[in-house]
């Protein structure tokens, strides 16, 4: 049976151990990870176990940064539509607020000749709508610096992800001309082999 060393110190076996025990990976990065070992398989009952032996480890580091990406980058859109949604009602707070203000004013303007104590208190009222108001737009100015961040962040990752997907894709690549060029040398090796034996 084919086993993994992960870095900590846990050993998986494919496909029963679903690519390593004590490590839950991904439905994505495990099936890309089954799918790997089949070839490994393959490889290793076509060759030798050592075929495999260096290339292995590289490519545990590289399913284990994929998925700590995919992870990382699942959560930050978590917090993302967490922050879409704490904005949008902080907007439609906002706009409660400001139609308050603005009703505050046309009472005002409509009750300007009515009694001082009345103009004081809705003086009062006014200026603390436009206290409100100015914590919601600091608030909503706030929100929209963090979802800009969120946004760069989680671009970030995207190019992160493929980064190593394409580094992935060139391992194996590279690897399988490697197999194909040593496979092609033992034949031309055998024929020479074969070529130079004397005829009795």
């Not at 495999?52 to 994929?66: A, F, G, R, W």
């Not at 997907?165 to 092609?184: A, D, G, L, N, P």
């Amino acid at each position: 049976m084919l086993e993994i060393q992960l870095d900590d110190g846990g050993v998986g076996g494919y496909p029963g151990d679903d690519y390593c025990s004590g490590s839950v990976m991904s439905e994505r990065v495990s099936g890309l990870a089954n799918s790997i070992y089949r070839e490994f398989e393959r490889l290793i009952h076509c060759y030798d176990e050592e075929v495999v032996k260096e290339l292995m480890p590289l490519v545990v580091t590289v399913l284990e940064n994929l998925d700590s990406v995919l992870t990382d980058n699942q959560e930050h859109e978590v917090e993302l539509e967490l922050l879409r949604e704490d904005n949008e009602q902080l907007l439609t707070q906002y706009e409660r607020e400001k139609a308050l203000r603005k009703q505050a004013e046309e009472k005002f303007i409509e009750f300007e000749d009515a009694l001082e104590q009345e103009k004081k208190e809705l003086q009062i009222q006014v200026e603390h709508l436009e206290f409100q108001t100015r914590q919601l737009e600091l608030k909503t100015k706030n929100y929209a610096d963090q979802i800009s961040r969120l946004e760069e962040r989680e671009s970030e990752m995207k190019k992160e992800y493929n980064t190593l997907h394409q580094r992935h894709t060139e391992m194996i690549q590279t690897y399988v001309e490697h197999i194909e060029r040593s496979k092609m040398q033992q034949v031309v090796g055998n024929n020479q082999t074969e070529g130079s034996v004397p005829v009795r």
